[in-house]
């Protein structure tokens, strides 16, 4: 349960870092969040800009609590907080018909879908599977490499989950 426990701190860490990556990486790209967080009409007009400074923040700090084994239970907790509320936000805008693009990983072209709302269900369990297995205990260096580096290869589809989408899609 230790390297199960780690895969998902890595994965959650490293999906988290490239969200909040994404939206902090200067004054350009975090307006593009907040425009992309007001076109979804999800948030109050008044309330788009801190919500999302909010929500950057939050992102920033759920890698930085995974990566330390003492507050990983704190940083998982909040990561399933968060995409609970993502996973709540995509199932708003699908209901209501909206066509916005997700601003999850930086500004995006790609209008959500229903694999938006899966992908969130899939890392929701992903951090509720962490909750389950951390703790105590301790595993080799080797092992503790090894899922450390199978998170990072399952964040990667996840953040580029688009992209790998579009390039099997068939032409219309």
Same mark, same amino acid.
């Given at each position: 349960?230790?390297?199960?426990?780690?895969?998902?701190?890595?994965f959650?860490?490293?999906?988290f870092?490239?969200?909040?990556?994404?939206?902090?990486?200067?004054?350009?790209?975090?307006?593009?969040?907040?425009?992309?967080l007001?076109?979804?009409?999800?948030?109050?007009?008044?309330?788009v800009?801190?919500? *999302?400074? @909010?929500?950057? !923040?939050?992102?920033? #700090?759920?890698? =930085? %609590? /995974?990566?330390?084994?003492?507050? &990983?239970?704190?940083?998982?907790?909040?990561?399933?907080?968060?995409?609970?509320?993502?996973?709540?936000?995509?199932?708003?805008?699908?209901?209501?018909?909206?066509?916005?693009?997700?601003?999850?990983?930086?500004?995006?072209r790609?209008?959500?879908?229903?694999?938006?709302?899966?992908?969130?269900?899939?890392?929701?369990?992903?951090?509720?599977?962490g909750? *389950?297995? @951390?703790?105590? !205990?301790?595993?080799? #260096?080797?092992? =503790? %490499? /090894?899922?450390?580096?199978?998170? &990072?290869?399952?964040?990667?589809?996840?953040?580029?989950?688009d992209?790998?989408?579009?390039?099997?899609?068939?032409?219309?």
């Amino acid at each position: 349960m230790f390297y199960t426990a780690v895969v998902c701190r890595a994965f959650l860490g490293f999906v988290f870092l490239a969200s909040a990556c994404g939206k902090l990486r200067g004054r350009a790209a975090f307006g593009e969040f907040a425009d992309g967080l007001a076109a979804l009409r999800v948030v109050p007009a008044g309330r788009v800009r801190p919500v *999302a400074m @909010v929500v950057a !923040g939050a992102e920033a #700090v759920v890698p =930085v %609590l /995974l990566i330390v084994p003492a507050s &990983a239970a704190a940083g998982l907790t909040l990561a399933v907080l968060l995409l609970g509320a993502f996973t709540l936000a995509v199932g708003v805008v699908l209901w209501r018909g909206t066509v916005a693009s997700c601003p999850c990983f930086g500004a995006s072209r790609t209008a959500f879908g229903v694999r938006h709302v899966v992908r969130n269900v899939v890392l929701t369990v992903v951090g509720a599977v962490g909750l *389950a297995t @951390v703790g105590g !205990g301790s595993g080799r #260096v080797a092992g =503790v %490499l /090894l899922a450390a580096l199978t998170g &990072a290869v399952l964040a990667s589809l996840i953040i580029r989950l688009d992209d790998i989408v579009a390039l099997f899609a068939l032409p219309n």
